[in-house]
């Protein structure tokens, strides 16, 4: 079965060098989510969208930014990068059930992105 | 907001004993919840979830038990093996779509051969 594709899964960057982190999800997901999680610690949202839309917005420093494109994959930009930036970046796709909510989240493996 | 937590941040067990990791949920309307298992350096993969509807589910060998007097679920895992050594999360759907996912602190479960 398909899953979360993110790519690349690793990326070494300078600091004040400038990150792309791309995530394409399970096909007919609609919602996409994006995780940050350093080491040892809890996966941390960033941002969320729906239907190519922004739907929540979680610790995403205004240095990041992203957007789902028509196809549904989302990318996640970083600029200015900083040492505190290296971490793994999780994104995850879910669908809308029945009900209308989002059930399950499925996760991709993850980019470790590492800033020197 | 939602919050949702974990009681201890590491278990240890020994193979073939069974494991039980909790978590406590704040929201009294959530009627939702996944248990998550990451491996090192992997992705979070979806184990069990549970619906408001349900005091009980279970998997194979993992059964998840939800209290909602007191809001606090557990999964319990049976017959621990090496594998299972991981970090655990309990989520919660949002309650809204495409809102954020609310994942409580993590359990970080070694298993001893």
């Known amino acids: 079965a398909a899953g979360v594709i993110q790519s690349p899964r690793h990326l070494i960057k300078e600091k004040r060098e400038t990150a792309t982190l791309k995530c394409y999800p399970i096909?007919?997901?609609?919602?996409v989510y994006w995780y940050q999680q350093g080491p040892g610690q809890d996966p941390q949202f960033l941002i969320s969208f729906y239907e190519k839309m922004q739907s929540d917005k979680g610790s995403i420093p205004d240095r990041f930014s992203a957007q789902q494109f028509s196809d549904y994959h989302s990318e996640l930009n970083m600029s200015s990068l900083e040492l505190g930036d290296s971490a793994l970046y999780f994104c995850a796709s879910s669908p809308t059930g029945t009900t209308g909510m989002n059930t399950e989240a499925f996760f991709g493996q993850g980019t470790r992105l590492t800033v020197v | 907001g939602e919050s949702v937590g974990l009681h201890l941040p590491t278990l240890s067990v020994q193979e073939g004993d069974n494991s039980i990791i909790n978590c406590a949920y704040s929201n009294s309307a959530s009627d939702y919840f996944i248990w998550y298992k990451q491996e090192s350096g992997k992705g979070p993969q979806f184990i069990i979830d549970?619906?408001?509807?349900?005091d009980k589910r279970q998997g194979q060998r993992v059964t998840v038990l939800l209290n909602k007097t007191v809001k606090h679920l557990s999964l319990q895992i049976a017959a621990t093996q090496p594998g299972d050594s991981a970090v655990y999360f309990c989520?919660?759907?949002?309650?809204?779509?495409?809102?954020?996912?609310?994942f409580g602190t993590g359990t970080s479960l070694t298993v001893i051969p």
């Open positions: 096909p007919r997901h609609d919602t």
């Open positions: 549970i619906r408001s509807n349900m």
């Open positions: 989520a919660e759907p949002p309650s809204r779509t495409g809102n954020q996912f609310y």
